[in-house]
């Protein structure tokens, strides 16, 4: 393996049907989109960009919480050699400011309106900002804000229609990226947090995540079709490895929320085989469990303690 992307064909090319994200629909339940489905999304993504202007080497912002567009689109942004500026949709405005001032960000892309919104009551900071794209549903007003500004507003469905189009317009050009891609290429800038001054940023090559993904495997090992709970940010460093770490392995990504009710409620769905968190988010679960027990009471609680004891 040499770079994210080309990880992902190879488990494209020996487990297509399998799934790879598990995501709700409208009505709640969980729907599985297919590695090979992934893999295509991902490549209409590039070639979107490719028809926006992006060049290889130029830096993506990615203003967005944990969802499946957010992987799709990440490979999509490398797969040409772009490099991806995350943060989640908590970010304040004081770091978006910074941040894609900073990497000089020409494209963006959001989650929601929200953050167009605030990015927008930012741009005379970001004077390089020319394209947002937002993963949910636009409004009139979003495109009246950015035409305000002189800012381009796509929708991501948009994108990957223009990417479809830019495909068969230019055979293999997407595919002839990602093979360029080399381990030493940067993968993406990762700005710390800037709880101990103004957020810096850490370069990642794509080497930094390979390799682990070729020693992690063998000390957390998961099985084709196996599914993994994800509820922790994307853009943290963490996060993003352990998702990578369930894709090498041909396991599925199955998106979920830190909010116990819910989170509990998935996991007894999915039965899922590995939840990547951190302390508080077991600590909810613990609470989820305990509070259930007293809840039921009588021989059943009584039981429960004794067995815990």
Not at 99 to 126: D, M, R, Y
Not at 165 to 179: A, D, G, H, I, M
């Amino acid at each position: 393996m040499e770079t994210l992307p080309k990880m992902l064909k190879e488990v494209v090319e020996k487990y297509p049907q399998i799934a790879a994200q598990y995501s709700k629909d409208t009505k709640g339940q969980f729907q599985p989109i297919s590695f090979s489905e992934m893999y295509d999304i991902a490549l209409n993504f590039g070639a979107g960009l490719l028809s926006l202007g992006v060049s290889r080497g130029e830096q993506i912002g990615l203003i967005s919480d944990n969802r499946k567009e957010w992987q799709q689109s990440d490979m999509g942004i490398m797969a040409i050699g772009a490099i991806d500026v995350p943060r989640g949709c908590d970010a304040s405005e004081k770091d978006l400011a910074y941040i894609l001032s900073f990497a000089e960000c020409k494209t963006v892309i959001v989650e929601n309106s929200a953050q167009i919104t605030k990015i927008v009551g930012l741009i005379k900071s970001i004077p390089t900002l020319v394209h947002f794209i937002c993963f949910e549903s636009l409004k009139a007003e979003d495109q009246k804000l950015c035409e305000s500004v002189n800012i381009t507003l796509l929708s991501y469905e948009e994108v990957l229609s223009r990417g479809i189009s830019y495909r068969k317009e230019n055979p293999l050009v997407v595919e002839k990226e990602l093979e360029k891609g080399k381990r030493e290429d940067l993968a993406c800038i990762i700005f710390t947090s800037g709880t101990t001054g103004e957020p810096k940023g850490v370069m990642l090559q794509h080497s930094n995540f390979i390799v682990q993904l070729e020693d992690l495997p063998k000390r957390i090992y998961l099985k084709p079709g196996d599914k993994a709970l994800c509820v922790l940010p994307v853009w943290h460093a963490f996060q993003r490895l352990c998702e990578y770490m369930i894709l090498v392995q041909a396991s599925a990504i199955c998106y979920s929320k830190p909010v116990g009710s819910i989170m509990l409620a998935d996991f007894m769905k999915l039965n899922p085989r590995l939840m990547p968190a951190v302390p508080r988010v077991f600590e909810a679960v613990y609470e989820g469990v305990m509070r259930s027990m007293r809840k039921t009471g009588g021989v059943v609680n009584a039981l429960f303690k004794f067995f815990l004891s």
